[in-house]
């Protein structure tokens, strides 16, 4: 299987690297190109990866063409690489904003049937840098299962991924791919307290950030519904409670509804 990145930005990277760790291709099979030279030079210093000359060149022979570039800019190089893409070659964009029926009338011309290229759309989001990313997937009607567990296996490379339905695409931005800005605010937010308490800031960051990570876990692993661990925490006349009741007062539930809500919307519009 050769994969080539149109783009080698953070997201382009964190796939190349969790790829390769994972053993799913050798560094030899995997091909790309950026724009910017100082992006290639850095792929190809990380983690020797062969580079294009061009988006046309790269994508040559390509069974699996990434597209991890901003949606700015998709047009141009969706036209620039439509006459070259091998007519089995599975497309897999996660650019945010542009659906698989817009990637799919762009590549029109292409030796793939015109009504049906095999398009997969994802939505990851920042933590796949390290690993521990969420990904929600969707494909078009000429991507067969086999083809769509290959972009599955290629995303959970760094993190975790989940098919979805195009139509909740706009939700899963809201829900997760903008999430951990969200996560990052509250991180911050409980640092500041530690420190107003006397907590060294670092030690602080520390503090907030193992307990996010312990209570996700925890969630994942099925220990309860999160409202029934909450009720764990919660002591009667405890000082969870005391803090809890703070939240309900200050809207912090509202809050959040209302910014995920604001980011779906948001992503709608693109």
């Known amino acids: 299987m050769k994969i080539t990145f149109i783009g080698l930005g953070n997201m382009a990277t964190a796939m190349i690297g969790g790829i390769l760790k994972a053993g799913l291709v050798e560094k ?5 190109f950026d724009i910017s030279a100082a992006a290639r030079e850095q792929a190809q210093a990380a983690f020797g990866i062969g580079l294009g000359t061009d988006n046309k060149n790269a994508i040559d022979g390509a069974d699996v ?14 036209a620039e690489i439509k006459d070259t893409l091998a007519p089995d070659a599975i497309i897999l964009s996660i650019m945010a904003g542009k659906s698989i029926a817009w990637i799919a009338e762009q590549l029109r011309g292409t030796n793939a049937p015109p009504s049906q290229p095999k398009i997969v759309r994802a939505m990851p989001n920042l933590p796949a840098l390290v690993g521990a990313g969420m990904s929600g997937v969707c494909r078009s009607k000429a991507v067969s299962d086999a083809e769509m567990d290959k972009a599955l296996r290629l995303l959970e ?7 979805i339905p195009e139509t909740l695409i706009d939700a899963v931005i809201g829900v997760s791919g903008s999430a951990p800005a969200y996560v990052f605010i ?9 420190v107003a308490a006397g907590m060294r800031r ?7 950030s193992q307990a996010i990570i312990g209570s996700a876990r925890m969630v994942q692993a099925g220990k309860g519904h999160p409202g029934e661990l909450k009720d764990m925490v919660c002591s009667p006349g405890g000082t969870t409670i005391e803090a809890v009741q703070v939240l309900e007062e200050k809207g912090f539930r509202s809050a959040v509804i209302a910014a995920a809500l604001a980011a779906v919307d948001k992503s709608k519009l693109l």
Request: proline share 2%; glycine share 8%; net charge negative.
């Open 65 to 78: 063409v990434i597209l991890a570039i901003k949606p700015q800019v998709a047009e141009a190089v969706l």
């Open 186 to 194: 509250f991180i911050e937010a409980l640092a500041d307290a530690g």
């Open 28 to 32: 030899a099979d995997i091909c790309g």
């Open 157 to 163: 490379s760094c993190g975790r991924a989940e098919e």
């Open 202 to 208: 670092e030690q602080a960051y520390r503090f907030a």
